[in-house]
C-alpha cells in the first residue's frame, strides 16, 4: 500500500479496531492470572511470540541482526520490556482493568516529560503542556480513589512502573543504535530476552500454575500470536502507510475500551471517579500526540 499522508477510511476502522484488541487483551490477562503465576504468563507469552516473529522474519527473508553495535542496546530494551510486563501482570493480578489501564496507558505523558529533556525536537509546547497535567491530574485521581473495586495501591503503583517502563522502551528505540534495525528486530530482542528472563524469575513469584483450564491456555496463545506477534507488527506497518502522529492519536482509544470492557465483561465497578479520571487521561494523550512521533504499543 502507497504512502497516504492522512488516516483514511480503512486506516481508522484499522486503529480503532487495534486499539479494542490491546484493550481486550487487559481483559484476556487478568483472566489468564487465574490460571498461571502472572510473570510464568508473561514468560510463556514471549517465548510463543520469540517463535511466532522470528518464523515471520524467516518467511519474509528478513535479516536475523545480533552484532557488537546493537548488542548492548538490544539487551536493555529486553530488559526494560521485562520490567513493563512483570509490573503490567501482577497490577492486573492484583487490581481491576479500569484501575490498571487509565494509569498504564498514560505512558505518552512520561515519554512527553522525558523527551522534553532527552529528545531533540520533542520540546513541550502550550498544547502539549495542557495535555500533560491533564493526563497527571486523571492518574493521581485514579490513584487516590480507593473505593473502586480493587482498589490496590500496589497495583496502581506497579501499572505505573508498567507505563514508565514502556515509555523507557520508546526512549531508548528512540535514541540508541537498536533504532538502526527493523520493528521486526527490535520486537525479537524484546521477546527473546523477555523469554529468559521472565522464566528464570517466574519461580520468586509462586507456584508457576493455578490450576490452568482451557480458557487459560487459549488467553496465552491469544496474546502471544494475537497481540504479540500479528498485532504488533500490524500496527508497525501502519506506521509506514500512515503519518506516526495520526497513528499515535488513536492511544486514547484503548483505555476508554479497557475500562467499557472490564465493567461489561468483568462486572468491575466503576464510578465515577474512574471515569472523570479516564476522560482526563483520554484527552490529555489526545493533546499529547497531535505531533507526536512513534509511540509502540504496550
Not at 484501575?99 to 505512558?107: D, E, H, L, P
Not at 523527551?115 to 485514579?142: D, K, N, S
Request: proline share 4%; hydrophobic share 60%.
Amino acid at each position: 500500500m502507497e504512502r497516504k499522508d492522512q488516516i483514511d477510511l480503512f486506516g481508522t476502522t484499522a486503529l480503532v479496531i487495534f486499539a479494542f484488541t490491546l484493550a481486550f487483551n487487559q481483559v484476556v490477562i487478568k483472566v489468564t492470572n487465574d490460571g498461571f503465576n502472572p510473570v510464568f504468563a508473561a514468560a510463556l507469552r514471549s517465548i510463543i511470540g520469540v517463535a511466532a516473529v522470528a518464523g515471520w522474519m524467516w518467511l519474509r527473508r528478513l535479516p536475523f541482526v545480533f552484532n557488537r553495535r546493537t548488542f548492548g542496546s538490544g539487551i536493555l530494551v529486553g530488559l526494560l520490556f521485562c520490567a513493563e510486563f512483570i509490573c503490567l501482570y501482577n497490577a492486573l493480578d492484583l487490581t481491576t482493568v479500569a484501575r490498571a489501564s487509565v494509569i498504564f496507558y498514560s505512558m505518552p505523558v512520561w515519554l512527553a516529560l522525558a523527551g522534553h529533556f532527552l529528545l531533540p525536537g520533542e520540546g513541550l509546547t502550550r498544547r502539549r503542556m495542557v495535555g500533560l497535567v491533564l493526563a497527571m491530574i486523571g492518574v493521581a485521581w485514579a490513584v487516590s480513589d480507593r473505593q473502586a473495586g480493587e482498589a490496590s495501591l500496589l497495583g496502581d503503583v506497579l501499572a505505573l512502573g508498567a507505563a514508565l517502563g514502556w515509555a523507557g522502551i520508546v526512549l531508548v528505540v528512540r535514541v540508541t543504535p537498536v533504532s538502526e534495525l527493523r520493528p521486526e528486530m527490535q520486537l525479537l530482542w524484546q521477546l527473546i530476552v523477555s523469554a529468559v528472563i521472565l522464566l528464570a524469575v517466574a519461580p520468586l513469584f509462586g507456584a508457576l500454575t493455578r490450576e490452568p483450564e482451557a480458557i487459560h491456555y487459549a488467553g496465552i496463545a491469544f496474546q502471544a500470536l494475537g497481540v504479540v506477534s500479528a498485532g504488533y507488527l500490524f500496527w508497525f506497518w501502519l506506521m509506514t502507510v500512515y503519518p506516526a502522529s495520526a497513528v499515535a492519536s488513536f492511544s486514547f482509544l484503548s483505555p476508554v475500551f479497557s475500562v467499557l470492557m472490564g465493567w461489561a465483561l468483568l462486572g468491575e465497578q466503576v464510578g465515577l471517579t474512574i471515569w472523570g479520571a479516564l476522560a482526563l487521561v483520554a484527552v490529555g494523550l489526545v493533546l499529547i500526540n497531535r505531533r507526536s512521533r512513534r509511540v509502540p504499543p504496550g
